[in-house]
């Protein structure tokens, strides 16, 4: 139905906040990367205008960390859009300091506790392929 696909995995060792916190961060990134998956605002039967929600899934994935780490070289390999969150990204209190730890990382053995994968559906099918959907 969709010719692009969009990908959530989050690490499966973080507490149960922690991973409702990663993947909420990670699908604004989804939605701030391509905006045109925005719908249009709801509105209900008195006229009132709520806010717009995203117009295609997202799919929840878990994984290790090396399986965050394989999917993102596999995600750079195929040059898809990747939104990273690592776990110091949980230290920080605002968006500086979040890309300011992040830019500390070891870029080649990033500390991932969540990536969003957006790109087309076959390139990102190769790189969640063998994850299991988040319970």
């Known amino acids: 139905m969709f010719e692009t696909k969009n990908a959530l995995i989050v690490r499966n060792d973080l507490a149960a906040w922690q991973r409702l916190n990663v993947v909420a961060f990670l699908a604004t990134g989804i939605t701030a990367s391509a905006p045109e998956i925005l719908g249009l605002p709801y509105v209900d039967a008195l006229g009132r205008e709520y806010g717009k929600l995203a ?4 799919l929840v994935f878990e994984a290790s960390l090396e399986g ?3 999917a993102h070289f596999k995600g750079l ?3 898809l859009i990747l939104t990273p969150y690592v776990e110091a990204m949980f230290s920080t209190g605002h968006d500086e300091a979040n ?3 992040f830019r500390a990382e070891d ?3 990033l500390n991932l506790v969540g990536l969003a994968i957006r790109g087309p559906k076959k390139a990102v099918d190769k790189v969640i392929k063998g994850l299991k959907l988040h319970p």
């Open 107 to 109: 870029a080649a053995n």
């Open 77 to 79: 390999e195929r040059e």
């Open 68 to 70: 965050l780490q394989k």
């Open 99 to 101: 890309r300011e730890v």
């Open 55 to 58: 117009g295609e899934p997202m």
